[in-house]
C-alpha cells in the first residue's frame, strides 16, 4: 500500500517553493544523517525537499506513528518554510541539510513540551508565589486523580439522590475548623473580597482604614477591588495610625460595611496604631452593620507552637466578633488556589446566592483537593507530617546543614573551576506574598565566582543561573551579595536529592 502522503504538492504558503514541475512527481532524496553534505557553502531553496517527500522518509514515517500525520505535517512545513527563508537569505549551510530529519523530530518534541514544569525550589522561599506557592499533600492528590478520572457527585446528593449544591463538599469541614456557621468558596482570595463586598456593599459605602489599602501581587489593589465591586470606598485614619473614633466618625445612612485588611505583604514601623478586630466588632454591630475580615494568608493553626511568626486565624477573628473572614487556599493553609469565605449564616447565604458567585466558583480539581487538604486538618498532631508546607516550614536547620555538607563536594565538583562552593547559614522566607517580612534560619551552598577582581561577575553568575534553568529539572536559586545561594531548606531529601544529583554532570557540561 503506498504511504500516507500530504496533499500538499506545487508551492503553497505552507510549503517551501521548487525548481520542480509541481506535477511531476518528487523524486529527489530526502538529506538525513550520516549522508554527505552537499559540495555547495550554502543550501539553495531547491535543495529542500517537498512536504510529500519528507513525509515518506524513513526516518520521518516512526514520527508518524507515534503523533498523527497531521501534526508531523504540520511540524514539517513550518521547518520548511523557516529554512526556504534562510536559503533564500543565503544563510542556511549546506551540511545542514544532513539534519533535516532530525531536526523535524527535535521540533515535533519541543512542540509538545509542556510549559508548565516542575522546578526545584532553591530560593529559600518555601510560599514562592511565582513557583507555584504551596504544595499539595499526598493525600490531596491522590483523591483529585481519583475523582478526576471518573465521574463524581461535584453537584449530586448521594444521600437524597438529587441536585446538590458544590459548596456543601467542604462547607462542614471549614465550619468544623474555624467555628464559622457556614461557608462558602470561590477560585482565589481575591475573588473572595470582591465578592464579599459586592454582595454586603454593592451601591453603598465601604469603611476601611487607610493603612490597609494594600497593593498585592500584579497591582491587585484594594481601592480597585472595591470600585469593581460596585462599592464607595470611604477612608478613615492615616496611613500609620487609625483609631476607634475614625471608624464612628465615617459610619453614615449609606455605610454597609466595614472592612479590615490583614496587611500580611508589608509592615508600618514605629509611630503606629491600627484598631483590632475585637475592638471594631461592636462599632460595626452598634451601627447595625457587618464587620468584614481579609485575612489572606490563610492559617488555620497557630504557627508559635513551631516556632513560626503567628498568624491571625479564622477561628479567632470570627470569636472576636467578625460576620464575615476571607482567607486563601494556597498560602499558609497548604492546598490549591482558593478564596475562602466563613462566617455568619445569613451573610454566607446572601453571598453565595450573588450573581457573581457562578463566574467565580471553584472547579472540580482544585475542590477536590481543598477536600483532602481541609481533611488533613482533623488529625492536628499529623499535620507536620501529612502536610508539605508545615513540614517546609519546620524542617529543623540541623538537618538541611547536613545536606548541605552532604551535596557539597558534588556540587563543588560540578561548577568547578569556574565556581567555588561552601557551606553557609542563611535566611529564608516564609513566603513571598504570606510574610514577606518574616525570615526562617535556614543553610545551604553559596557558589561564588573564580575572577580576579568584580569586573565580570554579573556575567559569570548570569551563565550559572542560565545553566541551572536549562537543566532536565530546573533549579531556581538567588544572587546575593555577587554570590549564588542555594538554600536548601525546600529540597526534600527523598523526592527531589536524587534528581538534583543526578543531573549536576550536565550542570557541569553547561559550565565547561
Known amino acids: 500500500m503506498k504511504p500516507e502522503a500530504s496533499m500538499v504538492h506545487g508551492p503553497t504558503a505552507g510549503s517551501p517553493v521548487s525548481s520542480q514541475d509541481p506535477a511531476a512527481p518528487d523524486d529527489r532524496p530526502v538529506p538525513s544523517r550520516g549522508q554527505a553534505a552537499p559540495r555547495a557553502a550554502a543550501a539553495a531553496p531547491k535543495d529542500l525537499p517537498s512536504v510529500d517527500r519528507l513525509l515518506r522518509d524513513p526516518a520521518v514515517t516512526h514520527l508518524m506513528a507515534r503523533h498523527g500525520h497531521a501534526f508531523v505535517a504540520a511540524q514539517a512545513r513550518h521547518l520548511l518554510e523557516s529554512w526556504r527563508q534562510r536559503a533564500l537569505a543565503g544563510t542556511l549551510p549546506a551540511e545542514e541539510l544532513q539534519r533535516l530529519t532530525s531536526e523535524l523530530e527535535r521540533l515535533c518534541v519541543e512542540r509538545l513540551a509542556p510549559r508548565m514544569r516542575r522546578v526545584i525550589n532553591l530560593t529559600g522561599t518555601v510560599l514562592h508565589t511565582n513557583l507555584g506557592r504551596a504544595l499539595l499533600a499526598d493525600e490531596a492528590l491522590r483523591h483529585v486523580l481519583s475523582c478526576m478520572s471518573s465521574p463524581n457527585n461535584l453537584e449530586f446528593d448521594l444521600a437524597r439522590g438529587e441536585r446538590g449544591d458544590r459548596d456543601s463538599l467542604v462547607e462542614s469541614l471549614l465550619c468544623d475548623i474555624t467555628g464559622a456557621e457556614a461557608a462558602t468558596v470561590v477560585n482565589n482570595n481575591a475573588a473572595a473580597v470582591l465578592l464579599g463586598i459586592a454582595a454586603l456593599a454593592g451601591g453603598q459605602e465601604v469603611v476601611v482604614s ?303
Not at 560540578?414 to 535556614?442: C, K, W, Y
Open 210 to 512: 487607610r493603612g490597609e489599602l494594600v497593593e498585592i501581587g500584579g497591582a491587585f489593589r484594594m481601592p480597585d477591588v472595591m470600585a469593581a465591586a460596585g462599592a464607595r470606598l470611604v477612608e478613615v485614619g492615616t496611613t500609620n495610625r487609625t483609631h476607634a473614633r475614625d471608624y464612628q466618625s465615617a459610619i453614615g445612612p449609606d455605610t454597609a460595611l466595614l472592612l479590615k485588611v490583614h496587611t500580611s505583604n508589608y509592615a508600618i514601623q514605629g509611630f503606629t496604631s491600627s484598631v483590632s478586630e475585637a475592638e471594631l466588632a461592636p462599632i460595626a454591630k452598634a451601627a447595625g452593620v457587618p464587620l468584614m475580615t481579609d485575612l489572606g494568608s490563610g492559617s488555620l493553626v497557630d504557627l508559635a507552637q513551631w516556632g513560626l511568626p503567628a498568624e491571625p486565624l479564622p477561628q479567632a477573628m470570627l470569636a472576636d466578633g467578625c460576620d464575615i473572614v476571607t482567607f486563601s487556599g494556597d498560602k499558609l493553609l497548604g492546598g490549591p488556589q482558593a478564596g475562602l469565605i466563613v462566617g455568619r449564616k445569613d451573610l454566607v447565604q446572601k453571598i453565595r446566592k450573588f450573581p457573581m458567585k457562578r463566574a467565580l466558583r471553584l472547579s472540580k480539581l482544585p475542590m477536590a483537593a481543598l477536600e483532602a487538604t481541609l481533611r488533613l486538618y482533623l488529625q492536628p498532631d499529623r499535620l507536620t507530617q501529612d502536610l508539605p508546607t508545615l513540614r517546609l516550614l519546620t524542617r529543623p536547620v540541623g538537618q538541611i546543614e547536613a545536606q548541605a555538607q552532604r551535596l557539597l563536594a558534588r556540587v563543588e565538583d560540578a561548577v568547578a573551576p569556574r565556581f567555588d562552593a561552601r557551606v553557609s547559614a542563611m535566611r529564608g522566607q516564609i513566603g513571598s506574598g504570606s510574610l514577606p517580612v518574616e525570615t526562617l534560619p535556614s543553610a545551604g551552598l553559596v557558589l561564588t565566582p573564580r575572577l580576579p577582581g568584580k569586573r565580570g561577575i554579573g556575567r559569570a553568575l548570569d551563565d550559572l543561573l542560565t545553566a541551572l534553568r536549562g537543566l532536565p529539572l530546573p533549579v531556581i536559586a538567588r544572587v546575593q551579595a555577587d554570590e549564588l545561594w542555594m538554600d536548601l531548606r525546600c529540597l526534600d531529601e527523598a523526592r527531589e536529592e536524587p534528581d538534583f544529583l543526578e543531573q549536576l554532570a550536565q550542570l557541569k557540561e553547561a559550565l565547561a
